[in-house]
């Protein structure tokens, strides 16, 4: 079974809201990162957070990470319509041997 | 830099037939991985390798196998095609140092009929 799981799986919003993701593991990791998809293309990466970081942030990006809840979730500040596509969280295991696994993805859509 | 490239984009099998995904990478990588991505199911990972000539089985590793004869290089076969092999591939490679992020090629859409 994949080790992250997402929610919600979709989320619709107006341009200039924020909109909030959230990601749960299940094992120990070293880090988690998040990735973003725009439609039938590759994924590119957004933001690291290690397991001894609780907050990071980057532009309008706030990743938080509760690992004692095994959970993360990101948040991305004043939305924008070129904001929509699909968000996904990946978790680098401790004991992987640097298996890089993924969630099942959130599907952002912002309306204009 | 053209970071990873896989080849080809597209392609159309017919059931039983066999063909290899070509992923290449210009970064010097020591890990590289392939996934495949089906409708709500998110990535989910095939194969993956840490260095040149080992490979380790992922989540899904059932009818494909690969290879890492070159360090830039990674090959993913499929020996006898089945139509529940439809899917997007991709492929990914990262630095061996901890704590550094993925980089994706662009995917390759089969489809097995």
């Known amino acids: 079974s994949q080790q992250g799981e997402e929610d919600p799986q979709a989320l619709s919003i107006q341009e200039g809201e924020n909109a909030t993701m959230n990601c749960s593991y299940k094992?120990?990791?070293?880090?988690l990162q998040w990735y973003r998809q725009n439609s039938g293309r590759g994924l590119v990466h957004l933001i690291l957070?290690?397991?001894?970081?609780r907050e990071k942030h980057s532009g309008r990006l706030r990743v938080t990470l509760d690992t004692s809840k095994k959970s993360s979730s990101l948040l991305i500040t004043a939305s924008r319509a070129a904001d929509t596509a699909s968000y996904f969280c990946?978790?680098?295991?401790?004991?992987?041997?640097?298996?890089?696994?993924f969630g099942e993805g959130t599907q952002l859509t912002v309306n204009p | 830099n053209a970071g990873v490239t896989q080849t080809p984009k597209f392609r159309v099998l017919k059931t039983g037939q066999s063909m290899t995904l070509l992923c290449a990478q210009d970064m010097n990588h020591e890990y590289m991985y392939w996934y495949r991505q089906d409708p709500g199911m998110g990535l989910r990972l095939i194969h993956y390798s840490v260095g040149e000539g080992t490979t380790a089985k992922g989540e899904v590793p059932d009818g494909y196998n690969v290879s890492r004869l070159k360090k830039q290089n990674f090959l993913l076969g499929l020996e006898s095609a089945a139509p529940s092999q439809t899917s997007v591939y991709f492929c990914a490679s990262k630095t061996g140092q901890s704590s550094r992020e993925a980089f994706f090629g662009q995917g390759t859409r089969l489809t097995v009929v």
């Open positions: 957070i290690r397991s001894n970081e």
């Open positions: 094992t120990s990791i070293n880090n």
């Open positions: 990946a978790t680098d295991a401790e004991t992987s041997g640097s298996r890089l696994t």
